[in-house]
């Protein structure tokens, strides 16, 4: 087992600056970081999205490290082709890790996600989840949260915002027995890294989901995004858990959650909600902890 | 050498094996799946030393085989049809980024109405993708331009994806003998790929598959187009140092027959070739001087060896196995294109035929070449048979 990691023991290089995100970004805070962790022998995969957007502009790179832009879809295949690559060509221990939005992640690139995942081989894959699609414009992905608008799922006259929920990536990926998985939030830097950490060490595919607010997308200051990451998981709105050796752990199982409306009130993207919206997501937030409560603690 | 009884998909996989690719990444489908088997089980009994991903698709097979070779592994692929439509989003992806990936495509009729038969229509979507296309006549040719596949697709002045076309069942599963050269005599012929300086390494950080913006873009098109311009003068060479040391020649991309002092000729891509070379002999019995021109290669397309070839005809018929709906067989488009910038004004015809492996007979392509003389038929694109039976 590696060290605990926390802001002083991290390293002070820098394998991703100079890139175009937007001030407040969390992706690019969880990309950064994540990055310190992993360290330069890490080859990094990406999919269309704000990340590889921001990253890539001949002649300006912003990665430090081995970086490949993949087909939107195949963030997961190319990743695990990367592996397959290096480990053919003779290279002991290769490190290949991908990075996917949510939409990359739940909507396009969930086959070969699962795929990849099926083969066994040794992998990171980490997405960043902005709940949205944010580099095409914010319109809804499979991950947008009920009640968030988005310009393909706006409040309007007659259906306000998204009215689906959202996709639960980590037990999908948990389900095909995966070597680890885990949930995390730029809220909470030292659990994010201690599990990247987990993951570099795993001996098999492993997957982290990391939730990372969009102050562009969700209309909020780009001061408060890593506030807003710490508030989703103390109003029970996003859990921190993980999953190994074929168990569930919640980390952070509070006795009362936050109220949520204060959470929502700061972002744009759900200022149109009503007193019963909100009710609404406090009721399916508290059936969920009761599930995890009863199958995970 | 040793000679074995062996299928078109089957010689694809000795071609393979003698390769020694680093990884293969492949999906089944109807009918390039022999050709997948036959590699794993290389693999299985452990007499080919590599990757082999079992992946859940063919996007998933091409991202694999990007990935891979991105960091320098020598990489195999193989598809037909609707697998090649499904990865098609990943071909520009693998030669925007030269990497040399090798594929193997079954020619197969693209769906609906649903057809597993073989013809051409499945690779034309592909044209554009910035892929050596190469086609081939029969199981050995197969193999050996796996061959040379890989080192045309790692030559330093092409640095393109190759996919070697075999036609659906009529290559894929008949069986002939095949000549399987000694594996030590592959490996002075094919030497281990070169470690380039624009892939992924552990010495020299990359980033790859950039974006570039609405200046430089087209400066990285302008040099994949002479690259992949390139790829014809260096098959030529790859095919003369084939034949020296195997003893096998193939007449580089475009292949002649009795075109010494032919007037008129037909055009062929792939194994219709063999039934026009009969043809062409019995013509010649008649008296009728006639010849053959076997398209190896469509891209680049060989526009001057091409034009050579064709320089003393009177008349020229392409026989084309896809079609370009509401226009015309994509091949004649590409040939008169060719014959346009040389001003040589040659009486040409398109015939269509082979679509989803309908019978492409004797007399069809007889009757193809006899209209050349007779003008029996006034359409310049029509189908070898005008029958419609739907
Ligand atoms: C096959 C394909 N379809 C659509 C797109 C357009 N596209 C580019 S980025 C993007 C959205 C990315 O959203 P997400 O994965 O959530 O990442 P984010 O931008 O939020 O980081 C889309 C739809 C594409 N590049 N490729
Ligand atoms: S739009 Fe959102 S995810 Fe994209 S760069 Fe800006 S803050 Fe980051």
Redesign the pocket.
Known sequence: MSQKLNVRNITENEYFYGHKACGGCG?SLALRLALKVLGDEAYLSL?????AAVSFIYPNMAFKNNAIIT???STAAVTTGVEAGLRALGKKKPLAVGF??????AD?GIQALSGAIDRGEKFIYIC?D?E?????GIQK?GLTPFGAATTTTPAGREIRGNINFKKNMFEIVAAHGITYAATASIGYLDDMINKIQKAKDADGPSYIHIYAP?PTGWGCGSEISVDLGKQVVDNGLWYLAEYENGEFKVNRNPDTFEPVAPYLKRQGRFKHLEESDITMIESIRDQKWEYIRNNWV | MNDKFLNGNEAVAYGVLLAKPHVVAAYPITPQTKAVEKISQFVQDGDLDCEYMHVESEHSAMACSIGASSVGARTFTATSSQGLLYML?CLPYASGARLPIVMMNANRAIATPWNIYGDQMDIMYALNSGWVQLFVEDAQEALDVTLQAFKLAEHKDVLAPVVVNLDGFVLTHTYEKVSIPASSEVDAFLPPIAKYDHIMSDEHPMSMCISAGNHQNQGFKQLQHEALFNAEGVFETIEREFSTQFGRAYGGAVDSYRMDDAEIAMLTTGSVTGTARVVVDELRREGIKAGLIKLRMVRPFPTKRLLEVVADLKGLVVFDKNVSFGYEGTIFTNVNSALMQSGKMLKVENVIGGLGGRDIPHHEIKSAYMNLIDKKNSKQVRFSDEEVTA
Do not use: K, V
């Open positions: 992706e999919p269309a999205g704000c990340m087909p939107f879809a996917a939005g949510d939409g990359g992640t396009i960043t902005n949205a699609y944010m580099n095409t992905s969009c | 989003e």
